[in-house]
């Protein structure tokens, strides 16, 4: 059963910082794996898809990286800014009625 | 352009009551889903909608039904509404298992 976790669960750090945030997934049988923010009160916004052929994916300051063999994906945020600030969410699909999401990472980018 | 859009974004009804969500979609994507996240943040999949065919995620209650139709739309039914139905009810679509692309949600109250 794909179980997927997200650590830490909230993570506060300076603007500028550069930082990390950690997805992992116990059946490394992925399709693909999604990130998403999530700001307050509003929708999910995707970020960045890996699909399971690929190791990484680059858009703007953001690199996600996957590691199928040990289950992991992580989502690099360079030069971190307060906008920056949100939930992000990792997400598998196990099939066309399973989506599965981690809890989660909040991330507090202070000025 | 919005691209994955609902309808109403609050809904605030009675217990018992009878209410439907609306959403639409206008990236030609052939696959729309319902999530709904509790109050502790966490996303589970309700149900997918692909090319007619209806893929029901077991835990969800038979009170609740999507009915779509033509592929741009799926709405969701839900009768005889119950407190714990209280939650952020989210549309989303995708082409297949590809990226999925999120609406606004629909923060529902029932009192």
């Known amino acids: 059963k794909q179980e997927v976790t997200q650590i830490p669960a909230a993570l506060s750090v300076p603007e500028g910082e550069n930082l990390v945030l950690n997805c992992s997934f116990t059946?490394?049988?992925?399709?693909?794996l999604q990130w998403f923010r999530q700001d307050p009160g509003k929708g999910l916004t995707s970020l960045l898809l890996?699909?399971?052929?690929?190791r990484e994916q680059t858009s703007g300051r953001l690199n996600a990286s996957l590691d199928k063999s040990s289950g992991r994906s992580t989502l690099y945020i360079a030069a971190s800014q307060p906008g920056d600030s949100a939930t992000y969410l990792c997400?598998?699909?196990?099939?066309?009625?399973?989506?599965?999401f981690g809890a989660g990472t909040r991330l507090t980018v202070k000025p | 352009d919005t691209a994955v859009s609902q309808t109403p974004k609050y809904l605030v009804t009675q217990m018992g009551n009878d209410k439907s969500i609306k959403c639409e979609q206008n990236l030609g994507h052939d696959t729309m889903y319902w999530y709904k996240q509790d109050s502790k943040k966490f996303l589970k999949i309700m149900f997918s909608y692909n090319n007619k065919e209806l893929i029901i995620n077991e835990t969800v209650p038979n009170r609740f039904s999507p009915k779509s139709p033509d592929k741009a739309h799926l709405n969701l039914h839900i009768n005889s509404l119950e407190l714990g139905d209280s939650a952020v009810y989210f549309c989303?679509?995708?082409?297949?298992?590809?990226?999925?692309?999120f609406g606004p949600g629909t923060r529902l109250t029932v009192l």
């Open positions: 059946d490394s049988a992925i399709y693909n």
């Open positions: 989303a679509s995708s082409q297949a298992l590809n990226e999925q692309f």
């Open positions: 890996i699909q399971s052929s690929q």
């Open positions: 997400a598998v699909p196990v099939s066309f009625n399973d989506m599965r």
